[in-house]
């Protein structure tokens, strides 16, 4: 059964940087497609960042294209999401996801969440 674990969260100054990691174990997951959502206090959970095709393709939220990066190791058994020039707007619960599918549609594993806050 596929299990995700989240790890990296924090406070941070506006401007800092934070790198979340989610550990992925207990399924073949070289095809699954995953991904990064968060949940403001108030707000929708919208994703974040997607990564698929075994690593080779991935997507963005507008508001994190160009400081938010999502990569896969090379084992594919730990998916980061590297962000940088971090706002205050950025505060959130930050959740893992993963679609074993492959197809970034049916995101039927989650993580327990991490928190990043990001002071000004």
């Known amino acids: 059964q596929l299990q995700l674990v989240e790890s990296g969260g924090g406070s941070v100054q506006a401007g800092g940087s934070l790198r979340l990691s989610c550990a992925a174990s207990?399924?073949?997951?070289?095809?699954?497609?995953a991904g990064w959502f968060r949940q403001a206090p108030g707000k929708e959970r919208e994703r974040v960042a997607t990564?698929?095709?075994?690593?080779?393709?991935?997507s963005y939220v507008d508001s994190v294209r160009g400081r938010f990066t999502i990569s896969l190791d090379n084992e594919k058994t730990t998916v980061y999401l590297q962000m940088d020039s971090l706002k205050s707007e950025d505060t959130a619960m930050y959740y893992c996801?993963?679609?074993?599918?492959?197809?970034?549609?049916?995101?039927?594993?989650w993580g327990q969440g991490t928190q990043v806050t990001v002071t000004s």
């Open positions: 996801a993963a679609d074993p599918g492959g197809f970034c549609i049916d995101y039927k594993v």
């Open positions: 990564i698929y095709a075994g690593g080779k393709l991935t």
């Open positions: 207990g399924y073949d997951h070289h095809n699954m497609c």
